[in-house]
């Protein structure tokens, strides 16, 4: 369980992840339970998930990143993992205990994307 100013703090890092890259629809912590523990949209955005569904979309995020730490002894640690869909790119980047979720317009570069959360939330 986070404190109220660890959540604040992750918070602004999620806005100024926001600010700082264009492309960027939606920055969130999402903890080991599938629950938003902060973040948000960019304002005035189209969103494309309904509120009832953006839950399973954490929890079905969770699970697939839990999955592919099954191979971080054979082929090393995950950096990030990135989804290329039709209408969005879904980014997810381990931070601390916790899982990044960003989502980008298509035409986003994941290695920049990457670089610029990562130098966002290294100041944990």
Known sequence: MKTSQEISK???KCSRLLEEEPELRFAGIINKLGHL???RFRDNIQHHILDERT???YMQMVLDFSMRTEFNDDLGPI???ATRRGKVLMMTI???K???LLSAETQCQT???YRKAKN???EL
């Open 10 to 12: 992750l918070n602004e």
């Open 111 to 113: 290695g920049d994307l």
């Open 37 to 39: 523990d902060a973040g």
């Open 98 to 100: 916790d899982i990044l």
């Open 55 to 57: 839950r399973m979309l």
């Open 94 to 96: 381990p931070v601390e």
């Open 79 to 81: 950096k990030w993992s």
């Open 120 to 122: 966002v939330f290294t």
